[in-house]
């Protein structure tokens, strides 16, 4: 694939005061949008694994094959086969998701002019432009013994902002923070809705997911003991990466999956899902039990034992610029981004 054919943002993103990433107008997208497939007639697709691909022309949907990438969008406009191209286009519905394993069939009977080798990928957050990002708080139970809390009763719920949204590669700017100063780190498991969710029962909550992706709830502890209320020293500008990679949910089992986060190389967690208090189908039946879950939002699971707040006072060192933190979850694949 020739260099002056497409070319790469290779460099991170700032996100300080960044808006959501959200397809741009006039992309091949839009073009489906009035011909899309009603959404509640599409099945939820299975045996994928997606991305979100910062590309010179815009935000593309990846489809993980190998060791390599399709560019759905590139695709796309040569096959026209009315796939969706964007993140945000799968997971509303909007172009023929039963299109994609025809549209990379034909991609791959062409050569490698529509992939991407995973080491040249550049990626945006694999949800672009969520309605809802709900978080779970305390939800390992040694988690809750290190930070000396009690057990909670019933899933502790709070929220970040589009503006939290990072990706992997991405920085967090905390050198520019003027009240923030305890720089914590907090791998998670992250649910992502497929359907619309209101009132379901837990039996049947994770049918309505559509897949499972690596995220991490970067958190200023200062600001989170503030007061009563956590969300401020968890919704800082870029504060909740996710990605690269988004991964349907038939090939997961989301309650036995081992998650690590390491810190300049050092592992700091290292645990499995299986120990969260409320599982996954607990977790969306509770939230659609209190609001509409609709497709592209999602849930931050909570995080394990490990985190800076949990050490003794004297061997609390925070986050500083210059730090790298990998958020690693078995199946999901490893977050990487750096402090600046």
Known sequence: MSSNRRSFIQSSVAVAGATAFVAAPGTAAAAHRSAAVPPKLQPLPTGMT??????QHGLSLGLKDGDRALDVALAESHFKLGA?????D??????????LPR???KAKASGSKFFIDQAQLAFGPCVTNP????CVGLNYRAHVAEANQKLPPVPILFNKFNSALNHHGGVIEVSKERVAKSFDYEAELVIVMGKTARDVSEQDALSYVFGYCTGHDFSARDLQSESSQWMVGKAGDGWGPLGPWLVTADQVDP????IECLVNGETRQSSNTSRMIFDCKKLVSFASQRMTLRPGDVIFTGTPEGVIVGYPKEKQVWLKAGDKVLTRIEKLGELEFKLT
């Open 255 to 258: 309650d036995n999956l081992k």
């Open 131 to 134: 309605e809802k990002i709900v």
């Open 50 to 55: 997606f991305a979100t691909l910062r590309l």
């Open 103 to 105: 549209l990379l069939a």
């Open 90 to 99: 799968l997971l509303h519905g909007r172009g023929d998701v039963s299109a």
């Open 84 to 88: 969706p191209t964007t993140m945000d």
